[in-house]
């Protein structure tokens, strides 16, 4: 569809897809939750799982925090604070102001998650499609390249500059480098 037909507007990085999504001027994004809070009041949307394996890995779930030992009263006040940052209840507030996704289970179960489904109605497919994952992506430096790659890769293809199995194996070489260089 991007190659033969042009059906399919390709983002120069920009951004300006929301722009055009919230305008009417394109009917689909391949997207995730992050892109909730940037869709319009007004904008009439639904959101679907891609088709393919029901199992996957996510870049939800729970975050990886880290506390330094910098003296047991910095220890012990960081830790109440992260404690309360990530209790059910505030973190609602939080994926309620800002579109993120609930990051447990019994966030869904607060008296707040109704308001967020009708803040973000798009979420609850994301939330409910946690069920499906069955591998957390790694915690690693080199992640943020590792998902360059692939999205280049996906890049290449759509535009027609690059055939399937060649951009898949580019990406596979560097993603191969990269994880060599972080061991």
């Known amino acids: 569809m991007a190659v033969t037909d042009k059906s399919v507007y390709l983002d120069s990085g ?15 994004l391949w997207t995730g939750p992050w892109d909730l809070s940037s869709i319009n009041d007004d904008v009439d949307y639904g959101v679907q799982v891609l088709p393919g394996d029901t199992s996957h890995a996510s870049i939800s779930g729970p975050d990886s925090w880290m506390i330094f030992d910098n003296g047991a009263q910095k220890v012990a006040t960081a830790k109440a604070f992260v404690q309360f940052m990530l209790s059910p209840e505030e973190h609602l507030k939080f994926a309620i102001a800002t579109g993120d996704l609930p990051v447990r289970e019994s ?3 607060a008296p707040g998650y109704a308001e967020y489904l009708k803040k973000y109605p798009g979420g609850k497919v994301f939330v409910d499609n946690q069920a499906n994952v069955t591998q957390v992506r ?14 280049q890769a996906v890049q290449a293809v759509m535009a027609g500059k690059a055939q399937p199995a ?10 191969d480098g990269l994880l060599a260089g972080s061991q």
Not at 166 to 175: F, G, V
């Open 14 to 28: 920009s951004g300006n897809y929301l722009n055009l999504f919230n305008d009417g001027k394109i009917a689909m």
């Open 107 to 109: 966030e869904t179960k």
């Open 138 to 151: 790694p915690n690693i430096t080199a992640y943020p390249e590792i998902s360059a790659a692939i999205g």
């Open 166 to 175: 060649d951009a898949l194996k580019t990406a596979a070489d560097t993603t």
